[in-house]
C-alpha cells in the first residue's frame, strides 16, 4: 500500500472514529447531506442501514471486521469512509489486500484525502499492504463508484455518486482496477437466434420457478450454482451459507415463484436467474423513515401499487454444465405488470472499482 501524499486535514476538519449507536447513525446519515440537491437520489431506509452494519445482522461480519469513520466540519459531518478486512478474500487470494467503502464526501479534495488516508493508516495497522475499494461492504453487496449515469436513480443493492467522487479519488493516487456495467432492458428483449437456438435445446434444458415448500433447500442450490458460477469472476469471494440464507430471508415476502427461474439441463439443476422488485422505487420520498407512516406508504408501494422496476441481482450457470441456450426469463406475475416507457437497452452506469 502506497503512502498518498496529502496535506494534513485543515484545524476546521476532524475524522472521527464510530463507536456506538449514536455515532452509526451519525454516519449513516451523512450521504442525506451530500445528496440534498440531487434528484437521483434515493435515501436508503435507516433500519436497514443499520442492520446491514451490524455484527449481529449481517452475516458478513462472521469472516469480516471494519472501522467508520465520520468526517467533520464545523459541527457538520461532511463525509464519511469504512475499511474492511475479509478473511474469506485473504484466504482465497493471499494478498494482504483491505477495501475500503461507504466513501461519501462533500466536494473537498481535502476531505477525501483525510478520509482514504485514515482508512489507509488503519489497514497497514491490521497488516494489509494494498487497498481496494469502494465496497459497501464486499463484492457481493454494493461495489464501485458511479463514473456514468448520473441522472439514473440507483436501484436497490446499488450506490450511487456525485460526478465528482472518481476525480477525487483518482487524485489521492488511486487508479481503475476493473469496470462493472449496469444495463436497463425491456421485458421483450431477445432474438430470432436466441430463439432458435433455445428451440434446438429444448428437449435437454428445461426451465421451472422457484419451490416455495423447499425454500431452504431451494436455497442452497441456489448458492451452490452462484459460487461456481463466479469463482473465475473477478475479485469473486463466495457467498457462505449463512450470507445466502439472510439474502433470502430478507427478500422472501417479496418473491413470487415465477420471479426466480431455474434452469436443469439433463435433470441436473444448472443455472438460475433471479428478478426481484426495485424497492428504491417504493421507498423513493421516505428520506429513510419508517416511522410514523412511512412504513404503511412502503407496504401500500410494494403490495398495492407495486414498482414498475426490477432488479436482476443475482443469475448464473455451473461451470460443470455445458453451455446451451436456456430462456432464463424471470417473470413478472401478470396482476402486479405495470405499464412502463419503453426502454431501449443502454448503460446505466460505468462502476469503477479503484486500487491505488
Known sequence: MTPIPTSPPSASLRIVAVHGAAALDEFIAVPR???????????????????????????YFQHARWQ??????????????????????????RDATGFFGMLDAEDSQETFGALLETAERWLREQGMRRIRGPFNLSINQEMGVLVDGFD????????????????????AGYHKATDALAYMITQDYGSEAMRRLIAATARRAKVRPLDLKRFDAE????????NDAWAENWGFVPFTAAEFVDLGRAFRFLIDPDMIQIAEVDGEAAAFIVLLPNINEAIRGLDGRLFPVGWAKLLWRLKVRYPSTFRVPFDGRAAKVPALAIRLRARVPRDRRRSAPAQAPRREGNRTVLDP
Open 219 to 226: 436455497l442452497s442450490l441456489l448458492r451452490d450454482i452462484f
Open 152 to 171: 439514473t436513480s440507483p436501484f436497490f443493492m446499488m450506490g450511487h455518486a456525485r460526478p465528482y467522487y472518481a476525480m477525487r479519488i483518482e487524485s
Open 68 to 93: 467508520a469513520w465520520t468526517a467533520w466540519r464545523e459541527g457538520a459531518p461532511v463525509g464519511r469512509i469504512s475499511a474492511q478486512i475479509d478473511t474469506l478474500h485473504l484466504e482465497r487470494y
Open 33 to 59: 447531506g451530500i445528496f440534498k440537491s440531487d434528484p437521483a437520489w434515493i435515501q436508503p431506509l435507516t433500519l436497514e442501514r443499520r442492520l446491514h452494519l451490524s455484527a449481529r445482522s449481517n452475516p
